[in-house]
């Protein structure tokens, strides 16, 4: 069974950084893409960054410059590191991945819970 899981998140000071990690498990027959959405508390959810299968790599404009996405496939894990981390980047990360679990199945989107990113002083 496919998934995945986002882990890294924490309590940073501003003008810190922080890497969240999204390791997916299980086969998948292609990937499209993979990325980020962050909820902060009353707010909708919001996209981050995303990486697609060929590495081209996409992000919100709230974060450009400050923000990177990486892939390893060895590991089946996606990276966003995060730097000069500002008190308005605190929400829960969410990490998804838009796949097709073989070749005749439909295209979908599994989403890992989220993990809490506090930026604070």
């Known amino acids: 069974r496919f998934s995945c899981r986002a882990s890294g998140g924490g309590l940073v000071q501003p003008g810190g950084s922080l890497r969240l990690s999204c390791v997916r498990s299980?086969?998948?027959?292609?990937?499209?893409?993979m990325g980020w959405y962050r909820q902060a508390p009353g707010n909708q959810r919001e996209f981050v960054a995303a990486?697609?299968?060929?590495?081209?790599?996409a992000f919100a404009d709230s974060v450009k410059g400050r923000f990177t996405i990486s892939r390893d496939n060895a590991e089946n894990t996606m990276y966003l590191q995060m730097n000069s981390l500002r008190p308005e980047d605190t929400a829960v990360y969410y990490c998804?991945?838009?796949?097709?679990?073989?070749?005749?199945?439909?295209?979908?989107?599994?989403w890992g819970k989220g993990t809490l990113v506090t930026v604070s002083s």
């Open positions: 299980g086969s998948i027959a292609s990937l499209y893409y």
């Open positions: 998804y991945v838009d796949h097709r679990r073989t070749p005749r199945s439909q295209r979908e989107t599994s």
């Open positions: 990486i697609s299968g060929p590495g081209t790599t």
